[in-house]
């Protein structure tokens, strides 16, 4: 009996140290009264500056969705560059406290990073793009070819695993970021860059002869993009984990940035009364004000209206959404249920 009562204690203490372990994000960023968001280097699209310093792009409203979320203000938020090489790094070492920049969700990257990815925002591929006077239809068109390729990424090992398969070889041309691929590229480093179909995508689109390039059909590996938090913070995990999935049920229900608020007054939508915080308190579960997946929307808009102005088929990006529908269309675009 003494034993069990012992035991009880033990798993309610660390019940408990757990849950303080869990606040510790959520409290350091209302602290601090604003959130840091690992970004991009600068890729268009997705993640980026402009001339003036103001960020936008796909990840980069995800990272506004999570302030308008904690904060009911999508501008407390700042951005801070990461490479392939120091985004992790970044994060584990609380420099930032979410990483949303085309990261690629792994088994290693789970188990030995001491990092969670909450959930897919974006799924990809490795592609290649040479230039058209290359003369090239095929990656496997490629044997003894120049490939520029990003540092500390996966596109590393795909690059190498295709290669070998196809018994081709390659000389790799490595560097830092998407903008020196896209200058070594250009300036004929080499005779193709690899990296996710989307990046290619967006480095095409800001080229000034984007017409004389080709992205090659093949897709070498799956590329599941996702934001990042540190393993452990369970809490924060849920936070962002279910600002993402309620843009999703957003635009599920054909909740947008327009009429959020009038669809709050007037849904008699269950499950669409529980994601603006009509009714039940989803958002005080997780530390959070009830209205706070409302501000998130009202912030940014609907899933799919964040795709379709940062990178749909009306941008110079132009990427179809393609696995990224929803279910309901074809893609792999799934929330679990808002209750």
């Not at 009911?72 to 938020?77: E, L, N, P």
């Not at 970044?90 to 930032?96: D, F, H, R």
């Not at 795709?307 to 132009?318: D, Q």
Request: glycine share 10%.
């Amino acid at each position: 009996m003494k034993k069990s009562v012992f035991l009880g204690v033990v798993a309610a203490t660390t019940m408990v140290a757990g849950a303080a372990a869990a606040q510790a994000t959520l409290e350091t960023v209302k602290a601090r009264g604003e959130l840091i968001c690992g970004s991009n280097t600068g890729l268009t699209g997705f993640g980026a500056p402009d001339a003036s310093g103001n960020w936008a792009g796909f990840d980069v409203d995800l990272c506004r969705a999570v302030a308008a979320a904690v904060f009911g203000d999508a501008t407390k938020v700042k951005f801070v560059p990461t490479t392939g090489e120091t985004r992790f790094t970044a994060l584990q070492s609380g420099e930032v406290d979410l990483l949303v920049r085309n990261s690629t969700w792994t088994l290693s990257r789970d188990s030995e990073l001491a990092l969670d990815f909450v959930a897919v925002n974006y799924y990809d591929g490795q592609g290649f793009m040479v230039k058209k006077d290359l003369g090239v239809s095929s990656a496997k068109e490629l044997d003894g070819a120049t490939v520029c390729i990003q540092t500390g990424t996966t596109t590393e090992l795909n690059l190498a695993d295709f290669f070998k398969q196809n018994n081709i070889s390659y000389q790799p041309v490595t560097v830092a970021d998407d903008s020196e691929a896209q200058r070594q590229y250009l300036a004929g480093a080499c005779d193709a860059y690899t990296t996710d179909a989307s990046g290619l995508a967006a480095s095409r689109a800001t080229m000034p002869d984007a017409e004389n390039h080709v992205i090659l059909p093949e897709i070498i590996s799956k590329e599941p993009l996702g934001p990042v938090v540190r393993h452990g913070d369970n809490n924060w995990g849920d936070i962002v984990r279910w600002t993402y999935y309620a843009l999703l049920i957003a635009e599920e229900k054909g909740i947008t940035k327009a009429n959020v608020n009038e669809v709050a007054a007037s849904t008699a939508d269950e499950e669409v009364k529980r994601l603006l915080g009509v009714s039940g308190d989803m958002g005080a579960k997780i530390g959070l004000p009830n209205e706070a997946f409302k501000n998130a929307i009202a912030a940014v808009g609907n899933y799919g209206e964040v795709f379709a102005a940062n990178i749909g088929e009306g941008t110079s990006i132009n990427l179809a959404r393609g696995l990224n529908a929803l279910w309901t269309q074809g893609g792999l675009q799934y929330a679990p249920p808002f209750r």
